[in-house]
């Protein structure tokens, strides 16, 4: 290793480098969960039981996976620049901190209404329970006398 690594080495501060290892480690795993949910999907075989419970739970914890790729991939982009800048241009690290907020806030703008939906469908009232209360109260206000 020649002296300009020892030298960049020996200024990094373990905690930063730490947060960087391990937010790419985070980000890899849960970019690649994420992906072989989506390729699953696309490869189900489009049975009953798959539109009604398989589908809705993959597409559920894909999207989870991805957001927590997204941030964790931001996490260690920041983190890198820190370890980069944080002694020669600090005032670098403002601006680009601030615009790597950017790309998680328009994902969960964009996929929390989608996320919300989902959830709430799967593991909520659906419309089948919705649809059997309003036939069960048709049915009940048959049988009461007017």
Known sequence: ?????????????A????LSLDSNAI????????LLLFLSILTARYA???????????????LVMLFISVSAMMIAFSASLY???EHDKPWVLIPIAALTCLPIASFVTLQLPLLVVLITSTYGRGI???S???IEAAEFNDLVPK
């Open 27 to 34: 980000s890899l795993f849960t970019s690649t969960t994420a």
């Open 48 to 62: 009953d039981d798959d539109f009604l419970y398989k589908l809705p739970k993959r597409l559920i914890f894909g």
């Open 132 to 134: 059997m209360l309003k």
């Open 15 to 18: 905690s930063s480098y730490l």
């Open 1 to 13: 290793m020649g002296r300009l690594g020892k030298q960049l080495i020996e200024k990094v501060s």
């Open 83 to 85: 370890i980069n800048f």
């Open 128 to 130: 089948f329970r919705r």
